[in-house]
Structure formats: structure tokens, C-alpha cells
């Protein structure tokens, strides 16, 4: 948890939402690339 919290403290929600966004993203790029 108190990772969590130095990983995304002063940062907007709609920020934290773009960059799960993008992890999510990412995770299904590393899946394609492992094909």
C-alpha cells in the first residue's frame, strides 16, 4: 500500500486512469510480441 501511495500521490484521478490505461495496453503488447 505505501507503494502504491509514493507511486501515485500527487497525481490526478485522470491521471492514475491514463496510466492504468496505458499499463493495460502495454500488458496486451508484451502478449502480442510473445506470439
Known amino acids: 500500500m505505501n507503494n ?3 507511486k501515485y500521490s500527487g497525481m490526478e ?4 486512469k ?5 499499463e493495460a ?4 503488447l ?3 510480441m510473445q506470439r
Do not use: G, P
Not at 18 to 22: D, I, T, Y
Not at 25 to 28: C, F, I, K, R
Open 4 to 6: 502504491w501511495k509514493s
Open 13 to 16: 484521478v485522470s491521471d492514475i
Open 25 to 28: 495496453e502495454n500488458a496486451e
Open 18 to 22: 491514463r496510466m492504468k490505461q496505458l
Open 30 to 32: 508484451k502478449k502480442c
